[in-house]
Antibody
Framework: QVHLAESGGGVVQPGRSLRLSCTASGFTFSRVAMHWVRQVPGKGLDWVAV????????HYADSVRGRFTISRDNSKSTLYMQMSSLRAEDSALYYC????????????????WGQGTTVTVSS | SYELTQPPSVSVSPGQTARITCSGDALPKQYAYWYQQKPGQAPVLVIFKDTERPSGIPERISGSTSGTTVTLTISGVQAEDEADYYCHSSDITTPYWVFGGGTKLTVV
């Protein structure tokens, strides 16, 4: 069955780095765009970044641009998020999610989500 | 930066119709998507491209659009529909995705 599993979260000091991973199974990973979305407990969803199916195009929220880097390895069906210069406000549950795009370039929404991995930035 | 505006809460009685709105300047030109999130669970896509329903989503959940506002409608609300609902869309001129602040649907 279709499945996404995030890993790599943990407790890290402000200013340090962390790399999240999202491993996919049950579908053709190389055919879908991938998003990272985060959520502070008790708060709303916050879109972080997206990468195209082939990794050529990436886009970031203003709050993380220049500090976070999204990437993927289609041979390993794995999505990554390299996070650097971490701040307390980056503390959240980080989800990865898939999105299919049609031939006209329209997305079908984030239709598969993982269960998330928690990042805590604290001294 | 681009923003989508939702009411913080909506309350309905079982069997009634719940309507949750989402407003944004780019919505006449960009598709909207809706997600349902129950406590302790990951979000679930319930509407895509303004009005389309993924397989497995009941027909009583529907989406509509009018100008700068999109609406999620849940007919015959059931206790199981109690959840947070988020709209999602993107800006026109820049590839910038955003979620609305979320609406807590309470079935009273």
């Amino acid at each position: 069955q279709v499945h996404l599993a995030e890993s790599g979260g943990g407790v890290v000091q402000p200013g340090r780095s962390l790399r999240l991973s999202c491993t996919a199974s049950g579908f053709t990973f190389s055919r879908v765009a991938m998003h990272w979305v985060r959520q502070v407990p008790g708060k709303g969803l916050d879109w972080v970044a997206v990468i195209s199916y082939d990794g050529r195009n990436t886009h970031y929220a203003d709050s993380v641009r220049g500090r976070f880097t999204i990437s993927r390895d289609n041979s390993k069906s794995t999505l990554y998020m390299q996070m650097s210069s971490l701040r307390a406000e980056d503390s959240a549950l980080y989800y990865c999610a898939t999105e299919h795009y049609d031939s006209n370039g329209y997305g079908s929404g984030m239709d598969v989500w993982g269960q998330g991995t928690t990042v805590t930035v604290s001294s | 930066s681009y923003e989508l505006t939702q009411p913080p809460s909506v309350s309905v009685s079982p069997g009634q119709t719940a309507r949750i709105t989402c407003s944004g300047d780019a919505l006449p030109k960009q598709y909207a998507y809706w997600y349902q999130q129950k406590p302790g669970q990951a979000p679930v896509l319930v509407i895509f491209k303004d009005t389309e329903r993924p397989s497995g989503i009941p027909e009583r959940i529907s989406g509509s659009t009018s100008g700068t506002t999109v609406t999620l409608t849940i007919s015959g609300v059931q206790a199981e529909d109690e959840a947070d609902y988020y709209c999602h869309s993107s800006d026109i001129t820049t590839p910038y995705w955003v979620f609305g602040g979320g609406t807590k649907l309470t079935v009273v």
